[in-house]
């Protein structure tokens, strides 16, 4: 697609429930990215996926974090066992891998634990 | 390892006026620089970047130039509008096996500009 599409934009979730992130990124771009944003505060790393290599998960905070990517397209990032302190925004990225070339982000999805 | 340091803000300035966002950086080779700008309600978009000693970034009016013998990118306008309020990302591409792998971020500095 033209940009990167992040489904849902917007997600409130009881604590303890499971919830899915879906991200499209751009056709072609081999690199994707997930970060996670909190309010007011800068970008935290969680996953990066390159091509068919084994993704770099040093970001993800905990266990309950996974991502899976299916070759070079669409990535899920799942949370389990949602805690309050997962509210945030959810951005997704993707860029061609290669050096010099920056990222192209989504809009994110807000998560909002209650 | 390499990191990114940018002023905190918030930075509040009046239409029309000279905007400087310092950012300084620490790497072991030769990165990538870019800025980033986040829009109220909005997600990141690349604002600016440069890929080599001295070349200069431009885009909207905004500019950055790669000082290697300061390690900096300092983002700069001559003139800020109201429309340029945003959060601002200064970042490093990380060079691990040669490619432009996970960036490195700055903290971000938001600007506000006052009609």
């Known amino acids: 697609g033209a940009g990167v599409s992040q489904s849902p934009s917007n997600k409130v979730t009881e604590k303890g429930k499971d919830v899915e992130l879906r991200c499209d990124p751009i056709?072609?771009?081999?690199?994707l990215y997930w970060y996670r944003q909190r309010l007011g505060q800068g970008l935290e790393f969680l996953i990066y996926?390159?091509?068919?290599?084994?993704?770099?998960k040093s970001g993800l905070p905990s266990d309950r974090f996974s991502a899976e990517r299916t070759g070079e397209s669409v990535s899920t990032l799942t949370i389990q066992r949602t805690q309050q302190e997962d509210s945030a925004v959810y951005l997704c990225?993707?860029?061609?891998?290669?050096?010099?070339?920056?990222?192209?982000f989504g809009s994110g999805t807000r998560l909002t634990v209650v | 390892g390499d990191s990114v340091t940018q002023m905190e803000g918030p930075v509040t300035l009046s239409e029309e006026a000279c905007l400087t966002i310092?950012?300084?950086?620490?790497?072991?080779?030769?990165?990538?620089l870019f800025w980033y700008v986040q829009y109220p309600g909005e997600g990141l978009q690349l604002l600016l970047k440069?890929?080599?000693a001295d070349d200069k970034g431009s885009n909207k009016g905004f500019e950055a130039t790669y000082r290697k013998e300061t390690t900096s990118f300092h983002l700069e306008k001559g003139s800020v509008q109201v429309s340029d309020s945003a959060v601002y990302f200064c970042?490093?591409?990380?060079?691990?096996?040669?490619?432009?792998?996970?960036?490195?971020w700055g903290l971000g500095t938001s600007l506000a500009v006052n009609p």
């Open positions: 990225a993707s860029s061609l891998g290669t050096r010099g070339h920056g990222y192209t």
């Open positions: 056709s072609g771009h081999t690199a």
């Open positions: 996926f390159q091509g068919n290599s084994a993704p770099d």
């Open positions: 310092n950012c300084t950086y620490t790497a072991t080779g030769y990165p990538s």
């Open positions: 440069a890929t080599k």
């Open positions: 970042a490093l591409s990380d060079l691990e096996a040669g490619n432009n792998r996970k960036l490195i």
